[in-house]
C-alpha cells in the first residue's frame, strides 16, 4: 500500500495502461456540473489533483476555462495530456506532489475531485483535507466523486462511505451535498458520491 506514495508506482502503471477505474471519458455527473456552472466560473481559479489523464481537465478547457491548474506527480499521464491538448497553458500543467504544493505559490476557488481521494494511501485521507483547505480560498469549494463502496483491497482504488466522509471533511469544510449519484457511468452505478464542500 505505501507504493502508492511513489510516483515509480503510478507512472508504471499508466505507462502499462493499468489504471482499472479510468473510464476513458468525462464523468457524466462532473460533466453536468461543469455544463451548469455560469459564464464567471470561466475565469475562477481550478485544482484538480491527482489527474491522471484528466478528462475533466480537457472539457473544462474545451469549454472556455482558462485558470485550470492539473496536478499530477506522474510524469506520464501529463505528457499524454500536453499531446491531446497541445494548446493548454504549460505552466498550468504541474508534476509535483500535491501534498508538497505552497499555498503561498497556488491558491483555488475551488477544486475538482475525481479519483484521486480514492488513489491516495488511506493514512493520508486527514492529510488530503488539511492540505486541500489550505490550498482554497476563504469559502473556496472542494466538487467532485468520492466511490461509496468498500473495496476491500490493499490496493487503489480505495473505498468508503459517507458516514467515514463527513467525518473526515467536517473538520474544515461546511458539507453543502454529499448524496449518491443518480447520473453516474454505468460502470459506476449504485457506488458514486456527490460531493459539494465548502470550506469554513
Not at 457524466?28 to 451548469?36: C, E, G, M, T
Not at 484528466?54 to 485558470?67: D, K, R, S, T
Request: proline share 6%; aromatic share 14%; charged share 20%.
Amino acid at each position: 500500500m505505501k507504493n502508492v506514495n511513489q510516483t515509480k508506482f503510478w507512472q508504471q502503471r499508466y505507462e502499462n495502461d493499468s489504471i482499472q477505474w479510468d473510464m476513458g471519458e468525462v464523468s457524466p455527473p462532473l460533466k453536468r456540473y461543469i455544463d451548469q456552472l455560469p459564464e464567471s466560473a470561466k475565469d475562477q481559479a481550478i485544482l484538480v489533483a491527482g489527474a491522471g489523464n484528466a478528462y475533466e481537465v480537457g472539457y473544462l478547457h474545451e469549454q472556455g476555462f482558462n485558470n485550470v491548474t492539473l496536478v499530477d506527480f506522474a510524469a506520464a499521464p501529463i505528457a499524454n495530456f500536453a499531446k491531446r491538448y497541445a494548446n493548454f497553458p504549460k505552466d498550468q500543467l504541474i508534476c509535483a506532489d500535491f501534498f508538497e504544493l505552497s499555498a503561498e505559490q497556488y491558491r483555488f476557488d475551488w477544486a475538482l475531485e475525481q479519483t484521486f481521494f480514492c488513489a491516495i494511501n488511506p493514512e493520508r485521507r486527514d492529510e488530503y483535507v488539511e492540505q486541500m483547505a489550505r490550498l482554497l480560498k476563504p469559502k473556496g469549494k472542494l466538487v467532485g466523486l468520492l466511490f461509496d463502496k468498500d473495496f476491500g483491497n490493499n490496493h487503489p482504488p480505495f473505498g468508503g462511505n459517507s458516514e467515514t466522509y463527513q467525518q473526515r471533511f467536517q473538520s474544515h469544510f461546511n458539507i453543502e451535498i454529499m448524496q449518491p449519484c443518480y447520473n453516474s457511468h454505468p460502470a459506476r452505478l449504485g457506488s458514486e458520491l456527490f460531493i459539494k464542500l465548502q470550506l469554513q
